[in-house]
């Protein structure tokens, strides 16, 4: 998700009287009040039981338990499941697919070509094994990581936008230049971190990801990388108390965004539970509230069958996650790693490759339909979050 253009306007009376770090909660809720803190305390809750695992259990329990933990926040908490939710989407509401007039054959042209490459990662797999892991670790990992971000960084957008409906002066020009730096600031340190920095301080550990890149960074290069996650944070969290009553729900969103992506950066194994499992239960939220029909709607989904709705189109790749997860070898590391017992099951890996490619439409298909910089795109997608004639862009 990309987030809204930074300058919103409202018509109601900005409330700056109050002393500067007051925290306002209500009427400023996203979601709901359970919702949003639902968003935040179950991922950290399976977060925190990972270490537990980490510092009470045997060393074979622990790699069990964190597995399992990892396996529910790509499948329950959906992270891998999500995506067939935009195409559901897609047919409940034609609206958000015809926003523009060339965004159906632009989104057709894409998913048309991650078919193409989910069918080059099937033959990479029985051509390559290594060739097919690099691929799968550097695509699904930066991609995935930066969609991850990207929404983070819509739903504070979000946010600003509840707080100016409801009276709360403006996000400062500092808080705005911080969230235009988000994506490409916490990009870089965590691919670093993941990619080129040692696992830990033992002579020649690898990177968390290790795809046979070589020598990596030494251990002692994580604290330069903590020191600009925590210079980013402080100086985040100081622009936005800094001036009258700040949206208490958007302050404890800012920290959740900062624990999941502070947690990745020093214990990845951590930080993936928790940062796939905040992605997983934003985008449940997002599409359940997207497919509410709205007044003008033609009648093609109605309210009390959006979740099973949603359930259903997930379940064949639950399933998936389900062989991969219990059947066969289990998880491996990163956002969408697999394990190897699908060589021998032709089908079975050209049903993940399949998978896969759903996964990259999904990035390909939300990549235009979330650009709320285009009028009419802004208009459609305002309308099916709730926020009709909430805002328009500043002139």
Not at 136 to 143: C, G, L, P, R, S
Request: hydrophobic residues 50%; contains cysteine.
């Amino acid at each position: 998700m990309t987030p809204l253009s930074p300058g919103v306007v409202t018509a109601m009376e900005q409330d700056t009287s109050a002393a500067p770090g007051t925290l306002r909660f209500r009427r400023l809720w996203l979601f709901s009040p359970r919702a949003d803190l639902a968003i935040l305390g179950i991922p950290l809750t399976l977060t925190l039981v990972a270490a537990f695992a980490s510092a009470f259990l045997a060393p074979a329990s622990e790699n069990t338990a964190h597995k399992l933990l990892g396996w529910t926040a790509q499948n329950i908490l959906g992270n891998s499941t999500h995506v067939i939710l935009t195409f559901l989407l897609f047919g409940v509401h034609r609206d958000v697919l015809t926003a523009t007039p060339r965004q159906p054959h632009t989104i057709l042209a894409g998913v048309l070509a991650m078919l193409g490459v989910g069918a080059a990662l099937f033959f990479t797999f029985y051509a390559n094994r290594s060739i097919h892991t690099f691929a799968v670790a550097v695509i699904f990992n930066v991609f995935g990581m930066h969609h991850t971000l990207s929404q983070h960084r819509g739903l504070w957008s979000l946010h600003g936008l509840r707080g100016g409906q409801e009276g709360l002066a403006p996000p400062s020009a500092l808080e705005r230049k911080l969230q235009q730096l988000y994506v490409p600031l916490l990009l870089t340190v965590l691919l670093i971190r993941i990619f080129f920095v040692a696992e830990s301080a033992a002579p020649g550990a690898p990177a968390y990801l290790d795809v046979g890149q070589g020598t990596v960074l030494p251990w002692q290069t994580l604290p330069l990388l903590i020191a600009v996650w925590l210079g980013y944070f402080l100086l985040l969290f100081r622009a936005v108390l800094r001036s009258g009553i700040a949206s208490g729900p958007k302050v404890l969103y800012l920290l959740g965004m900062a624990t999941a992506t502070g947690l990745a950066l020093v214990a990845p194994s951590w930080g993936y539970v928790m940062l796939p499992g905040m992605h997983g239960l934003e985008y449940y939220l997002l599409s359940a509230r997207m497919l509410e029909p709205r007044e003008g709607d033609r009648p093609r989904l109605s309210q009390k069958l959006i979740w099973p709705a949603m359930v259903a189109s997930m379940v064949p790749l639950f399933a998936l996650g389900v062989v991969h997860g219990f059947l066969l070898d289990g998880p491996m590391r990163g956002s969408l790693g697999i394990g190897g017992g699908a060589q021998a099951h032709p089908l079975l890996r050209a049903l993940t490759s399949l998978g896969f490619a759903c996964v990259l439409a999904h990035y390909f298909a939300d990549a235009f339909i979330f650009r709320f910089r285009i009028p009419s795109i802004r208009q459609v997608m305002l309308r099916r979050l709730g926020f009709t004639s909430a805002a328009r862009p500043a002139p």
